[in-house]
């Protein structure tokens, strides 16, 4: 049973967290921030690109929940990608009326240069643990990652 320390204890590392996240956000961010400045590019723009080339496509709709979005946010982004050739849209098989956008090559390319910048990133951060350490910090996130994917 956990202690009134360890409830205080625990508090105080997780502000702590908290301090660090932030650090690292502003830090991974930053690094985006430059790679995105190229192809005029905006984070929730990015962010749409990351989602599509995930899935392949996605409905307006789709887009939008993905987004945290109302639709008609989400239809000016995908206007604004569509103009700078990083997305196009077509209309679904089974129902014309439903427009599906998909990402295009030069997205892609976005999407896998941010990437790879991301990676690069991390492999500098990882040069600064030992073997075993590095091991942790992905089992660590991987807990954390399957509990941000389910909430």
Known sequence: MATIRDE?????DAEHLADMCTVLQRKFLLSLSHEL???????????LLGFLAQKGEL????IAKKMGHSTAAATGLVD???RLGHV???HAQDD???ILVQVTPSGLRIVGEVRDDMVNNLLKMMEQLDPQEQRSWVQIYEKIFAYCQCS
């Open 80 to 82: 604004r990608l569509e």
């Open 37 to 47: 400045n190229r192809g005029n590019v905006s984070f929730p723009q990015y962010f």
């Open 96 to 98: 014309r009326r439903k």
């Open 88 to 90: 196009k849209r077509g």
């Open 8 to 12: 205080e204890r625990t508090r105080r």
């Open 59 to 62: 409905t307006m709709t789709e």
